[in-house]
């Protein structure tokens, strides 16, 4: 009896270490995710409706509106089969208006889909589940996976809707109204909003507040309700369906109007952009940086939409979000970061480092290193010949004042150019490190020619390519720009050295210099690895 | 042995494990290499896959000629590892990044701060040596080829086909060179300096200025700075080190700290073990000894106590039977008596019964 006892408690503590093991490497497993799987679509919704009443105890059912809409269209019927209509708008919700409580909505689906499906099945078509399994519908397996993309209303779209015939013409005001209006709070209605307009998520947010709704239900209650009456009008209309407008394939099919005419929005020409928050204005008298003529204009042809600058409000960056302090109101991105974040896209040199990125420019910024400011950088956009200097000035000008001393100074910019053709050498023999290979012959004045064609009707190019020197400086670097530029040599000694502050050796800066350049421009020729196309071997 | 001489003995057994431990934490501070060691900077984003470097390894350390010559780039369709004659070579992987654009790596000894090769080799013919090499000597290697299961780059190679003193070969950072103040034959003829000589600390410097320098260029990381403890042959990428054919989940441990805690373990199982498991032993045999002991006693008890009470019932059941009889006897007699004494009347019973 004894032994038996202790048998068995080691018996035990054996199986409980067995176990903890086992239950161990179960806990530190990956757990199996389902895996989507076959085709891809855009019109999935994931039907969680339930979630604003407490903890879901089904999971979502994924439902393919798409394949719901044209199987409706087959048998003539059109979107008031599901959706309600409210105030000559469709409501988004399926079979109601309001989400009343938890028992009535999980009837309404319950009732209709499998109502719907049971009648199509009875008729002998092909339908959805007609059983009473739950796991048909909510199912945790997506069969299809999804690839939907956010559209956005870009120049030319916006260009169309104007132009539309559908849309009322008469006067500008009905046409911009059409679309854009503003909540007015005493009588709790839309009205229109001429000079006001802005992209509907300046409004319409995420998240849907008491009296302003959320940007999904917004666009979709405006943009298909209008589609679907024109189109019932057969008028030419915008696409109905979830794929029309969020699909990859269809985005990329939609009709693009080249030059677009500028947006008329009362929107300045030129900016003077200062510091112009009240309370830096109102403390700082002198000493802040110096303003930056910005020219609006031109900066519109090259943006999208408005909301590639102005993300979040039409309205000045710096008087209320983007102070020079930071504010709650702007994530506490301060005026100076919100300008000169070199990752952000909404940023100047955010922007500005996107557009070195193309191969064009590459070639010389791809060697520069990112985020460096050298004297002049500043200077280029705060410009030092403004005649501005501090707050006190500022201050005391008219909105008038500012535009028209921006706009002189704009035009006071007058691209640098290059130096004289005749004065830049035309071959250079590189002969510092003959050794296996006899001297290279380098085409400097073609090479400069060359390059200087793809950026010279560049604006970017010519607005920061400030002196005729600049654009030498792309290989003669980190010496003051001038025709005469020293030899690569008088910096670059024979070796790497990490010590004395890291140059490459000559040989090094040579070829780094040469295929970093051919390869940042994604040129194929000659080949980094040809080295007889430039330098002929030895025998 | 008794339970107070058992709990002694358990004490003692933890009380040498945890010095054993505290001992060889001790004895392996952590190392973080020689001061004035070199190492060589390999930079992905400037390789141009020109094999420059194997040709120069190849005549540095005067190695046979290979199949194909060096000028030859379709080698760079395979994927090719080091071998006892080839002691570098480069490989071309696709780019995460840019398609268009294939990168290379090369490929060689990564001369460990605290080398795996090193640790395995019992005859020490592997040497780190300060200026930051891992050398070997083949005069005290003996072919146990320890070194090429250790490695966690597969980078030594072994001369099979020399039948007579077959060596474990591999890239020596150009060792004899360095000692004389030259660079190593593959940084020496690399043209866009892909590879960088220079004091470890200097080079990790320099690695970490260019990272910030140009953020989008390179990948946050500078592969061998602490992979398996730090090596002397360091890489910087624009894509993961992985997509370069470099082992990611290799750890930040040396081979010889995760393989001393074992060794450390050993004198411990072979010193404590057998006195335990022989004190388990005699415990065990001393609790079956007791138990043989009071089963017997028992057993005898028993016995005796069966036997003395058989008697004594059988005592008492004589006892009982002699009574009886006694009784019977004295009630045969009574009855023998009073038969004697009756008056004799029997011959009318048969008439009555005919």
């Known amino acids: 009896m004894k032994k038996g006892r202790f048998l068995l408690r080691w018996g035990a503590i054996v199986a409980l270490l067995v176990t903890f093991s086992l239950t161990g490497i179960e806990a530190m497993g990956v757990v199996k995710q389902p895996v989507a799987s076959g085709e891809q679509r855009a019109d999935i919704i994931m039907i969680d409706t339930l979630k604003t009443f407490g903890k879901l105890e089904e999971a979502p059912v994924a439902f393919l509106h798409d394949q719901h809409t044209d199987a409706l269209k087959k048998q003539g019927k059109d979107c008031t089969a599901c959706h309600e209509t409210e105030k000559d708008r469709l409501s988004t919700k399926f079979k109601r208006l309001k989400d009343v409580d938890m028992g009535t909505v999980k009837e309404t689906y319950h009732a209709n ?71 007015d709070e005493q009588s709790k209605k839309l009205i229109p909003a001429p000079g006001e307009e802005g992209a509907c998520s300046y409004c319409h947010k995420e998240e849907a507040t008491k009296d302003v709704q959320d940007i999904r239900s917004a666009s979709h209650t405006s943009c298909v309700s209008c589609h679907v009456d024109v189109a019932a009008q057969k008028a030419d209309s915008g696409p109905v369906t979830c794929q029309g407008c969020h699909s990859a394939d269809m985005q990329a099919k939609v009709k693009v109007v080249k030059d677009v005419p500028r947006l008329k929005r009362n929107q300045p020409d030129a900016v003077l952009l ?8 109102a403390t700082d008298s002198k000493g802040l940086m110096k303003p930056v003529a910005f020219d609006h204009k031109a900066h519109e042809a090259f943006n999208d939409n408005c909301q590639a600058c102005h993300h979040d409000a039409i309205a000045s960056c710096a008087t209320e979000c983007h102070t020079v302090a930071g504010d709650k109101k702007g994530g506490f991105v301060k005026l100076e970061q919100a300008m000169h974040k070199p990752d952000s896209q909404r940023s100047c040199i955010g922007c500005h480092n996107e557009r070195k990125a193309a191969k064009d420019c590459a070639g010389c910024h791809a060697l520069i290193p990112e985020g460096r400011t050298s004297d002049q950088s500043c200077s280029s956009c705060h410009a030092e010949d403004a005649k501005l200097d501090g707050t006190a000035q500022i201050k005391s000008m008219s909105k008038e004042d500012k535009a028209a001393m921006a706009t002189a100074m704009i035009e006071a910019r007058k691209p640098a150019g290059i130096f004289k053709i005749s004065e830049i050498p035309e071959k250079v023999l590189i002969s510092d490190l003959v050794d296996t290979y006899e001297p290279a012959e380098f085409p400097h004045r073609k090479i400069v020619e060359t390059m200087y064609a793809k950026v010279a009707k560049s604006e970017l190019a010519s607005a920061f390519h400030t002196s005729k020197g600049t654009f030498c400086q792309g290989c003669h670097h980190n010496s ?19 010590t004395s502050n890291a140059r490459p050796g000559l040989k090094a800066a040579f070829h780094q210099q040469c295929i970093g350049c051919h390869t940042a421009m994604e040129l194929e020729k000659p080949a980094a690895t040809a080295c007889a196309d430039c330098h002929k071997e030895r025998k | ?33 020689h001061p004035e060691a070199n190492a060589v900077l390999f930079d992905a984003t400037e390789c141009i896959g020109c094999r420059k470097c194997e040709d120069a390894c190849n005549k540095v350390n005067e190695l046979p000629k290979p199949d194909k010559p060096f000028d030859d780039l379709t080698v760079l369709d395979t994927k090719r590892r080091t071998t006892e004659k080839i002691y570098t070579v ?85 060792h004899p060179r360095i000692l004389e103040g030259k660079l190593p034959g593959c940084v020496e003829i690399c043209p866009k300096e892909a590879l960088k000589f220079g004091k470890r600390d200097e080079l990790i410097k320099f690695a970490r200025n260019r990272i910030e320098a140009y953020p989008d260029r390179y990948l946050d990381h500078i592969y061998g700075e602490n992979e398996m403890g730090g090596t002397n042959w360091l890489y910087i990428s624009g894509v993961p080190f992985g997509e370069l054919g470099l082992e990611e989940g290799l750890g930040v441990t040396s081979a010889p700290e995760l393989t001393s805690g074992a060794l450390a373990a050993v004198p411990v199982v072979t010193g404590l073990w057998p006195v335990l498991l022989t004190g388990l032993y005699a415990i065990h ?70």
Request: hydrophobic share 30%.
């Open chain 1, 480 to 498: 003051p720009a001038s025709e005469n530029p020293p030899r690569c040599a008088s910096c670059h000694g024979k070796n790497f050295d990490a």
């Open chain 2, 285 to 354: 045999k001393t609790r079956e000894k007791i138990e043989k002991k009071e089963k017997d006693d028992a057993v005898s008890a028993a016995l005796t106590k069966a036997a003395s009470e058989a008697e004594a019932k059988l005592s008492s059941e004589l006892e009982k039977a002699d009574v009886a009889n006694k009784r019977k006897i004295e009630v045969e007699v009574k009855k023998a008596v009073e038969e004697a004494l009756l008056p004799k009347d029997d011959d009318d019973a048969p008439e009555e019964e005919a």
């Open chain 2, 1 to 33: 042995m008794n339970r107070r001489k058992f709990l002694g003995l358990v004490g003692a057994t933890a009380a040498v494990a945890a010095a054993g431990t505290s001992a060889h934490a001790a004895g392996n501070t952590h190392f973080t290499g």
């Open chain 1, 113 to 183: 889909c499998i109502g719907c499906h049971k009648e199509m099945k009875s008729q002998g078509q092909e339908t959805g589940p007609t059983d009473v399994s739950c796991r048909s519908c909510h199912s945790r397996e997506v069969k299809a996976s999804s690839n939907w993309k956010a559209i956005s209303m870009n120049k030319s779209l916006h260009y169309r809707h104007i132009a539309s015939d559908a849309i009322p013409k008469g006067s500008e005001e009905a046409n911009c109204a059409s679309c854009h209006h503003k909540f």
């Open chain 2, 90 to 174: 480069v490989n071309k992987y696709e780019n995460s990044k840019n398609p268009n654009l294939p990168v290379f790596r090369k490929n060689q000894c990564n001369h460990c701060q605290e080398p795996a090769c090193a640790s395995a080799c019992f005859v020490k013919a592997f040497k780190k040596t300060p200026e930051g090499a891992v050398v070997y000597d083949e005069s005290l290697c003996v072919g146990c080829r320890y070194c090429m299961i250790a490695c966690p780059w597969s980078i030594p190679a072994y001369e099979y086909d020399e039948p007579l003193t077959p060596r474990v070969m591999k890239c020596t950072m150009c």
């Open chain 1, 274 to 281: 200062t510091v112009a928050d009240a309370k830096t204005l």
